[in-house]
């Protein structure tokens, strides 16, 4: 899979620089099309520019740079909830050139498209320990070689489910495929604790989120949403199988009708309140699913595992965040070194223990006292190892955008799964595979 990941972002790399050349983003020239890395110059107060906080902790964090560097004083510009708002308020921001943002937090899937639009600078790679950081997480920083992201965070979907049901319906295991967890549901479902309670959901509101279940319900039946020859690869078997597991467990009511409302904060309260046995969620909500302040229902009673697929366990989609500076920023100087003060391997320690982010540094996932407390750790490493990236081209949007509109229309009842995947491979062709 790893191998087949690597093919594919090298057919990505080369496509992306006919793309460019063709749209006139760049020069088409190899060497001068790769900026040199920054000039990193200028001292003073920044912004820091992210979304919604959910995870918590992001005051006290930036309390402890403000004390050390009273001068250079950070304040965080708080983005909405989903990341494709998040991501037009910075293509906003960059259009007008506006110097309000200076570091900004980059979704994975936009590292080609802001690093070949040159809305954030080439970083110096050796000022930062990519040595030590799981490769698929650098990788997913890079566009044509150059980091253009410190990697601040990884993601990797997991499936959390309720040990306490499973084990009182005698089920000693989580399931490892779709069809394993609908028999799982069947039980648990007639238990008389179980009243009221659906049987999975993931993210299925037309946004990010979806693309991410939809790249995941095929992978996770050997497909892939774009094939080893760089073509959209949506018209196989393995693609019709996976996504219809999601269209079927719609129509079925194995995954509630309410969840085409979710993303990742509503669905997780609907998991803290017990309605969910299963659901595919990020490493975040284990903190706070298990707090103990009573505002989770859960607390306790649930564990993560590998996703579902057809064959055995399946497979995530790369999810993450990089800390980039803005091309149009000031103090560029403070937003380097901002940058490397949140992505120590001692600041991610932190944010694991507080908000269970899933870090970068492979050395985390390996650390005894960590995994006594998380015992989850080393299969979460393996999912992020595994995990395959979304398209990596600089027409991401579009190419979401297309995949959120066909998704959603099977999802909603509005189209077969056939159909939408259908048009789906028309879309994606040209966004993909050619200028
Ligand atoms: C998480 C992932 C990100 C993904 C988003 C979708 O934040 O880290 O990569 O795009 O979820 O909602």
Redesign the pocket.
């Known amino acids: 899979m790893r191998t087949r990941a690597r093919i594919r972002a090298a057919v990505g790399a080369s496509l992306v620089a006919s793309l460019l050349a063709a749209c006139g983003t760049g020069s088409g020239d190899e060497e001068s099309a790769v900026p040199e890395v920054g000039d990193f110059t200028g001292r003073g107060p920044i912004s820091f520019v992210a ?1 919604k906080d959910f995870a918590g902790g992001m005051s006290a964090l930036l309390k402890e740079w403000n004390d050390k560097h009273p001068d250079e004083k950070v304040t965080f510009i708080e983005l909405p909830e ?2 494709d708002q998040q991501r037009q308020q910075y293509i906003q921001n960059a259009e007008t050139q506006s110097d309000a943002y200076d570091v900004i937090s980059v ?3 936009w590292t080609s498209e802001f690093a070949a639009h040159r809305w954030i600078d080439p970083l110096p790679e050796d000022e930062f320990e990519t040595g030590k950081m799981l490769d698929p997480v650098v990788e997913a920083a890079k566009y044509r070689g150059q980091l253009y992201g410190a990697p601040n965070y990884t ?1 990797a979907g997991l499936l959390y489910y309720r040990t306490d049901l499973l084990r009182k319906a005698g089920f000693d295991e989580p399931p490892t495929t779709w069809d394993e967890m609908a028999q799982q549901c069947d039980e648990i479902l007639e238990l008389p604790e179980s009243k009221g309670m659906s049987c999975y959901a993931g ?1 299925f509101e037309k ?3 979806l ?2 279940n939809f790249a995941e319900s095929i992978q996770s039946a050997g497909g892939s949403i774009v094939g080893e020859d760089g073509k959209p690869a949506l018209d196989t078997p393995e693609a019709k199988e996976g996504f219809s597991n999601l269209v079927d467990g719609f129509e079925s009511g194995m995954i509630p009708k309410e969840a085409i409302t979710y ?2 904060e509503t669905g997780r309260q609907a998991f803290q309140k017990g309605d969910l046995v299963f659901h595919r969620q ?1 490493p975040y909500q284990y903190a706070l699913a298990n707090a103990d302040d009573g505002s989770s229902e859960v607390a306790g009673k649930f564990d993560v595992a590998p996703l579902p697929g057809v064959d055995g366990p399946g497979s995530s989609s ?4 990089n800390l980039a500076v803005s091309s149009f920023a000031k103090n560029k100087a403070t937003a380097l070194d901002f940058i490397k003060f949140m992505t120590t391997e001692e600041m991610q320690r932190k944010r694991l223990v507080e908000s269970t982010q899933a870090p970068v540094y492979a050395s985390l996932y390996e650390d005894d006292e960590l995994i006594e407390q998380y015992p989850y750790l080393p299969e979460l490493k393996e999912s992020v190892l595994s995990a395959e990236p979304r398209p990596r081209v600089v027409r991401y949007g579009d190419t979401t955008a297309a995949i959120q509109d066909e998704a959603y229309a099977a999802l909603t009842g509005e189209k077969s799964a056939e159909d939408a995947l259908a048009s789906l491979q028309q879309r994606l062709a040209g966004l993909v595979d050619g200028p």
Do not use: S
């Not at 790369?318 to 965040?321: A, C, K, S, V």
């Open positions: 979304g989903q990341a979704d994975v899937v993601d993210q946004y990010e989120g693309t991410v993303q990742e990020w790369l999810g993450g965040w």
